[in-house]
């Protein structure tokens, strides 16, 4: 069984190295079959002679070199693998064969143009949406918080109607402490899609609403509606704000002191953490960033 053994070796060797992949008998197996059960294969027949064919491979070797992972391409040499080709019961070149489960399940006969090409991949690789949900989840994943809520609400914009975006865009809002928009879109999420993420990203959301009312929080306001121009009084209350996120009214305390001093370092420098630690994009942090500008020129 060492035929075995080398065909393992070389099925090593052409997923790793190789793209695409050059169909022959001793790696039919391992690829078309075994590898088609997990991702989709597609298969394209080509032959020297036939320069539509040639192109055909060309054309889809461009267009799928980043989707290997959604759909590995294959190529088959009609010259050199006629038992292959054979086994497909090819008729005419050019044609390119989408495999799943060992299976032939769609296809692309005849020549064709960059439009016809994209318009049958488009119905097998991922959508745009799809690609910045799954950035978003391995950014929140990884803590990178800001950077999760940007993707999310892109994939939000593309695609508002779909419950798992509206849930991972509300747990990102809640972590950056928009929470009512986080409200918002977990109220707009249909009963049928209210399973156990729902409950868990529902949990979360009461937790920081509670957790932005702290008693700290509601000693330093009563506090200040004594005392209304405590400027040490305003500047703790902000900074408590801006740690519960929320910012909002972190900066309209904050913006009001420079505005009223613009020498006043802690209140400026307060007020540039809290821009900094907004998501790249947010309307908030424009708008403070514009107010600052037009004040100082």
Known sequence: MTGSGNREDKKVETTVTDYPIAITLENFQDVILE????????VDFWAEQVPESVELRDKLTQKLAQYSDTILLTTVDCLTQQQIAAQFGLQSL????????????????????????????EKYLPKAEDTLF????????????????????KAYQLANDRADIKLILAECSILVGKLDEAESLIASIKMIDQDSDYQAVLAKLELAMQAADSPEIKALEEQLAKTPDNIELQKQLATQYSQVNRNEEALVILFSLVQKNADEGESKHLLLDVLKALPEGDPLASKYRRKLFSMMY
């Open 94 to 121: 050019p044609t390119a064969v989408l495999v799943q489960d060992g299976q032939p399940i769609d296809g692309l006969s005849g020549p064709q143009t960059d439009e016809t090409i994209d318009a049958f991949l």
């Open 35 to 42: 590898r088609s059960k997990t991702t989709l294969v597609l």
């Open 134 to 153: 799954k950035e978003a989840k391995e950014l929140l994943a990884q803590e990178q918080i800001n950077e999760a809520y940007t993707n999310a609400h």
